[in-house]
Structures are given as structure tokens and as C-alpha cells.
């Protein structure tokens, strides 16, 4: 039974918290385009008037992270006083409350800061909804009726590529052989590849040393960052295929810092390490950029990655339509939700493009297990060519830990999405009140934003 | 001489300020998806210590003007400090500071709210050096050489369609005869279009009414809003063909309320109206759907123009490229500033297609004007098959008074880009302290945020 009866479930407040960490001074996350990042997210609370809370967050970088605050609270009155059972009874609608509120609109639409602010709201009801029901989100959406988990999605501005039809009959196909999914999940758990190995910031020693580490840990995959400059990039991948050998695959990233003929040019010098992904060789935004970009590599076996700062379901869909990304990187948080996420797995799956989630980044590991396992069960019915991205940090933060053995995401049985930080974790890292900012503003590492 | 060279010019201060005002009262702006809009913008202040200053601003909706207000707060420390000399003799890598600054660039990047500010302080800084030369924005820029106007514009990811070499030759050539178009734009001015006649919310005896009012006042182009029922913009459409005849030329704007092919098939009802061209048919990020919504009503001889809601010079290189755009509607503070939307002019010039800027907001006649009469100057060379928005709404509040004489924008020679308000208006809708916004409150007209 995946609806809720209960007609006093009223969203008593949403709050929302700036919380960051400093991952700069260790140079974990650099890349070739944000050298200094301190992982750091907007998190928002959604409390019922029984008490339950549902966590939903948004993952960003540090500075800016007061104005994806600043957005949620803007949106908060469209929020608080509903109750949660309206909501899920027609989540698409309440979701376009949100994203068309019609003088909000303007500032986004559905885009950056806005849609960043949505997707935290939108996942922390996804949680709330998860826990009332007491089960692990996965479960929920892979246990959902066709009808139910479509009636999520805004299939506005889509419907050229895919109908809600369609999608409810995908659906009912996904449903044959569920069972036995269910149980190779249980017992293998999901693949994932490693970012860990290959920071930009990151020593040549470093770079090996965690190689062979990931190695032993059983990952036969790794992302290694690019861009920076030719002949280092050359060397960093010597190192790395010197040590995982050419059995392991091996993926790069360059976070966008390329222009479109340049990208290929790069790549052709990089092809001789057989490299199965360039991730984000250009703009996000530029579809036209990306399908030549592909064009051009297809010859040498390099397929292209992106989508953790593809804005929306629109620009997905045309990515998807225009041949422009071979492996199609959904991001938990950067587009409106989960419901805006299952609508790029729909079309994703209708025109044959393997999704691979991203997940470099606060919480991202954390829930994008839960989507990746629902395409298992549910769409797709395969984990063939697909592996879930895991970086080693910021877990221990929060309450139900990730299990990640044997470089595959274990299926989990803790209710909801897997969002709640620590109580621990925000008396600490709420920025700029937290103890360990006070701490580090006390000793000059950071200075005080206030001041 | 166009540089400046007191090296003491220092930014002192940057300042900025959520001001509304109350249209959606009268149902001005109201168009299918956007129902209530209360035009607003966050207004930037850069003070010299000289004293001079500079204003910026970025129009919006009401509701989410807090949040552009606090990313121009997030942004402040880039730019206070600063001597505008260093700026303005490198423009395009202070402009880069802004967009890429290596946390903040996540939650955009280059779209959306965080994009919204970028222009608003970037448009302070071009009415500032304007003020500095004692010269109104279309002369500065006109005068500028070719080598110092290319100077200002990050010519990232958007090499494949326009180097920086291309558009130096493009702007010398752009020199020849300029001085015969000054004297010819000094006598005639610049052709306009108006808006004023269609708003969704006005009634039919209005709509003939406020034809006949812009006909008298010399108008030949004339633009109206569909979208929200077949049956009424026929109906609507037909008062107007039937007040303004046929030698008009006659535009209609969906406002994004369609998908793809239901774009297609309004628009093909609505043919025999000879529609010059459909505005924002669809999602203002779906280049690919643009592309076939063109290629559909080509037959038809209907255009597809779009770009007021554009995010950034690449999805306005993908427009370009794709055959997406027959009408160029650049915006003056969507994307980032003058900087950016001199590269989409010069693509568009490349690609052969027409700039027929977007103009319905506040302070976007002002800002426009000086674009446009630069393109006629410096680029194009031709008016040919061009003209300016025109909404006659809010341009009382600004200092130096919008001149639209025989529905033509008369080149002025007042200095900087027009957007400076005047004291009086500050003072009345500085929102929500004004004393405006404190009257309506007390009546029960809107409600205060801070109860």
C-alpha cells in the first residue's frame, strides 16, 4: 500500500540551514574549474504535525550557498499548511506550484538557484513520504503503480519525446521479472566506480597509492580529473593505467573547461589510454556542442558524460534527442527532484542511453543509489554498461550510513532517502554558527563571514 | 577618446535595492504564463569615491526579487575595491571574475538568478564609464575601436561560431559609412513595435481601443498575447487585423504556454491572421523544439522569435546555429550584462539573423535602445526588417525620460544607459519600506511580507 490516508498530515514549517564543510583546505573535489570547493548544502527540513521530519538537500560549493537559502525560504509559503496527503495525490501539480509560481517564474524558470531551492523541497518530501510509509525510498518508487509514480511527473514541455502514456506502458513492462531483480540486488548490491583517485589537487603518489587502495577495495572502474594542462594530464594517466592495468575502465573529466573544437582536439590526445567517457568536455548548456563533440570521439571509442549541471528535464531531453551525451549523468539535486529525475530516466530509457548517476558531492552517493536501483527494478530491468559514481566523503555525516562493499551500493533497508544529517553534524558544520567554523574563524583558516 | 585613466577611481560601494511596483493591479504584463506579474528589479548602485555613480538593474516579476537582491549581496565582494580602470581595460576578465568565481559558479552556472545579479552589477558599471565620458551607452559603444569594444566579451565556449579575430574584422567593417547612419538615426530615430495593445488581461474594447491609440501615435507593428484559448485569440486577433488592416505587420506571444507539436498546431490556426512571428512558442530552453516549431510554420511564412528568457550567449548560439531564432530577442539584463550580449549580437550578425530586442519591463526601453542603435551604427549597418520593443509602462521613474516619438526611440544624448531612478521613486516603491508599498499595505491591497 503506497498512499497515505491519514488527513491531519499537515506541514506544520520547512526550515532550512546553510551547511558547509571545509573541504578545500584538503583539495578533495578540485577540479580544473572550481579549484577550491568546500562541499556545502542548503538543507531543508519539512516537519509534519505528528513530529515526522523529512531532510531533503542541495548540494553546492560553499559561497552562493545563502542564496539557494535565501530561495528555499522564498518559496516556503507555497509549503507550509498543505497537507502531505493532498501532495502526494498529485505530486505532478504540486510540483508545477512550485517551479510556475507566476511572478517567481521569471528569476528561473527552472534553472540554477530556483531550481536548486526546488530540488531541496522536493526531496525532503520525498523522504517524509518514504518514512511515513517506513521504507527505504527505492523500495517506495520501484513499489509505486505505473500510474501512481507518473502522476509524479510535469510532463510539460516533454511530450514531443515522451507521453504519459508511453511511460505508464514502460512501466508496466519494467514490472516482469521484478522479483528476481529484487533478489540479485539483495545479494550483489549495485556497481560504482571511483572519482577518489584523481582530484586535480591531488599528488602523482597520491594518485597511485589510491589507485592500488581503490583497487583492493574491488573497484574496476576509475574517473580521473583532466584539463588543466595536456602533458600532465598525459602523465596523471600513465601513472593511473600503469597501475589498474587495461582491464579496468577508465573515465575523465574535465569539467566543462573546454571549448568545443578544442575538447576534440584534447581528447585525441588522450585516446591512447582508451578512455570510455569524457566527462563534461564544454558547457553544460551547449547540446549542439556536445552531439559534435561526440561525433568526433565516436571513432575512437570515447563516448561523452554529462548532466550533473544539465538544468532541467528540457535540456536533458534534447541532450537525449541530439546525440549529445552517450551516458547521461542525472544529478539528485541539481534539477527539481526526484519527480523531474524520473521523467530523464524515462527518456533516457526510450531512446537508449545508459544513465550513470553523478555523485561528487554532499549526499549525492546518498540518494542516488535509490533512483539507480529503482531503473534496475523497475525501467531499464539492467545494471549492463551502468555503475553509480562513489566519492569516500561526507558520509559520516549523516544518520543511515551509505554501505558501499565490494565497489557496489548495498540495497538498504532504513526508511526514506537517506538525507538526515546527524544531530552532531549541524551543531558542527552549520555555517557560519557551528562549532568547528567558530573554531576555524578563531584561528584565521577561514574568516568570519558576519565580520 | 574612450578610456579612462584617474587611477583613482576606486569602487567605494555597491549597493542594492528590491524595488516593485503594484502592476499587477491593472493586469499590465499579463500574459498566459505569467498572470499577475508586479514588474520589480533589483537595482545596483556603484558609488565611485569621486561621488559619480553607476546604476544597474535586473528586472523581475515581485515575488523572487529578494533573492536576485541577495546574490547581488554575494557578488558585492568582487567588485567594491576595484579601480574601474583595471575593469574597463580588461572587461572580459573581470566579467569572467563574476560568472566563474569558483564556488559561487555552481549554482548557475551563467543562467538564472545568479546571472540575473551578474547583470544588474554589469549594467551599473557600463552606465558608470558612460557617465565618466560624458556620453550616452550607444555613443560609447559605437565609438568604441573594434579591438577595446571586443575586449569586454568572454568569448568562451562560443569560439566554434565566432572568434575574437572574426569579430574585430566584422566591427572594422561595421566603421564604413558609420557616420551617414548617425545623421540618419539623429533625424529619424529607431523603428519601434508595441505590446501595449494585447496583454491577456485587458478586454476587447480595450484592445481595439488601445490599437487605435497606437496607430495614431505612428505605429505600424503592433504585438498581442495568445496562448491561453484558441477560440479567444482568434477572436481577439480578429479585432485586431480588422482596426489595424493588413498593411501592418502583426506579432503574437505564447509566453511558453505550449509544448512542440501543440505550438505547431495553434499556430496553424491562427495563419490567417499573416502572423510575422510567434514569441516564446514553447520552453525558452528547448532549442531542438524551436528548431522544428520553425521549420513547421515556415510554409506559413510565421518566424519564431525568442530570447527575453535566453540564459546565456551559449543557448543563444545553439538558436543561432539551429535555425531556432528568426528574431533575435536579446534582453538587457537576462544574460550577463552588455559584456555578453555584444557577442550574441555579433553571432546573430554572422548567422544573418535580425536583433529585434526584448523591451516589456522595467528599464529594459531604456537599456535596449542603446543596443540596438549600436547595431545600427557599429554592425549591421541597417534598420532594415528590425525594431524595438515598446511598452509605455514605468518610464516616469527614471531620471533621464525614454524619447519614442512617432513610434520611432529617438537617440539621446543624455550620459550613461538611462537607468537611473529618480529620488521620488525610490523613496515611494523601495520595496517593502516605501512609502507606496506602506500605503497599500495599510489598505489591505497586498499584504506586508514582514507580518
Not at 23 to 31: I, V
Not at 113 to 138: C, F, Q, R, S, Y
Not at 291 to 319: D, H, S, W
Not at 341 to 364: F, Q
Request: with cysteine; hydrophobic share 40%.
Amino acid at each position: 500500500m503506497s498512499t497515505i490516508t491519514n488527513e491531519n498530515l499537515k506541514i506544520q514549517s520547512l526550515e532550512v540551514k546553510d551547511v558547509r564543510f571545509p573541504t578545500s583546505l584538503g583539495e578533495h573535489g578540485s577540479d580544473a574549474m572550481h579549484t577550491d570547493p568546500d562541499y556545502s548544502c542548503a538543507y531543508v527540513t519539512i516537519k509534519l504535525s505528528t513530529g515526522l521530519e523529512g531532510h531533503g538537500l542541495s548540494f553546492t560549493l560553499g559561497r552562493g550557498t545563502e542564496i539557494v537559502v535565501a530561495a528555499v525560504e522564498s518559496l516556503k509559503h507555497l509549503v507550509v499548511g498543505l497537507t502531505v496527503v493532498d501532495i502526494y495525490k498529485d505530486f505532478a501539480s504540486f510540483w508545477r506550484s512550485l517551479t510556475s509560481e507566476s511572478q517567481i517564474r521569471w528569476i528561473g524558470p527552472e534553472k540554477g538557484v530556483i531550481h536548486l531551492a526546488t530540488a531541496g523541497i522536493i526531496n525532503a518530501l520525498w523522504d517524509l513520504w518514504a518514512k511515513l510509509l517506513n521504507k527505504p525510498v527505492w523500495k517506495l518508487l520501484s513499489e509505486l503503480e505505473p500510474e501512481q509514480l507518473v502522476s509524479t511527473i510535469d510532463f510539460r514541455y516533454i511530450t514531443d519525446v515522451i507521453t504519459k502514456e508511453e511511460a505508464i506502458e514502460m512501466l508496466r513492462k519494467g514490472k516482469t521479472g521484478q522479483e528476481k531483480r529484487l533478489e540479485i540486488l539483495k545479494s550483489t548490491g549495485y556497481p560504482a566506480y571511483t572519482t577518489q583517485v584523481g582530484w586535480l589537487g591531488y599528488s602523482d603518489e597520491n594518485l597511485e597509492s589510491l589507485c592500488r587502495k581503490y583497487m583492493k577495495l574491488g573497484f574496476t572502474a576509475f574517473k580521473v580529473k583532466v584539463g588543466r594542462d595536456l602533458n600532465v594530464d598525459k602523465k596523471r594517466l600513465r601513472i593511473v593505467r600503469n597501475t589498474i592495468g587495461y582491464d579496468c575502465k577508465l573515465m575523465v573529466d574535465a569539467n566543462q573547461v573546454w571549448d568545443v573544437n578544442q575538447a576534440v582536439k584534447w581528447m585525441e590526445q588522450l585516446a591512447e589510454f582508451q578512455i570510455l567517457w569524457i566527462e563534461e568536455p564544454t558547457s553544460p548548456d551547449d547540446i549542439l556542442g556536445h552531439a559534435k563533440i561526440a561525433k568526433e570521439l565516436k571513432p575512437l571509442n570515447i563516448g561523452v558524460a554529462t548532466g550533473e549541471m544539465c538544468a532541467n528535464r528540457i535540456m536533458f531531453k534534447q541532450f537525449l534527442q541530439a546525440g549529445a551525451m552517450q551516458f547521461c549523468q542525472i544529478d539528485s539535486c541539481r534539477i527539481g527532484g526526484i519527480n523531474e529525475i524520473l521523467s530523464v530516466y524515462l527518456m533516457a530509457h526510450k531512446l537508449g542511453v545508459k544513465v550513470c548517476p553523478h555523485a561528487g558531492g554532499v549526499g549525492l552517493c546518498e540518494m542516488v543509489q535509490h533512483l539507480q536501483m529503482w531503473d534496475y527494478l523497475s525501467l531499464s530491468g539492467t545494471m549492463e554498461g551502468r555503475f553509480i559514481e562513489y566519492v569516500d566523503q561526507q558520509h559520516e555525516h549523516f544518520q543511515d550510513r551509505l554501505d558501499v562493499r565490494n565497489a557496489h551500493y548495498q540495497a538498504q533497508q532504513f526508511p526514506g532517502y537517506g538525507t538526515t544529517f546527524t544531530k552532531d553534524t549541524l551543531i558542527k558544520y552549520e555555517y557560519p554558527c557551528g562549532t568547528e567554523w567558530q573554531a576555524m574563524f578563531a584561528k584565521g583558516i577561514y574568516s568570519d563571514p558576519r565580520k
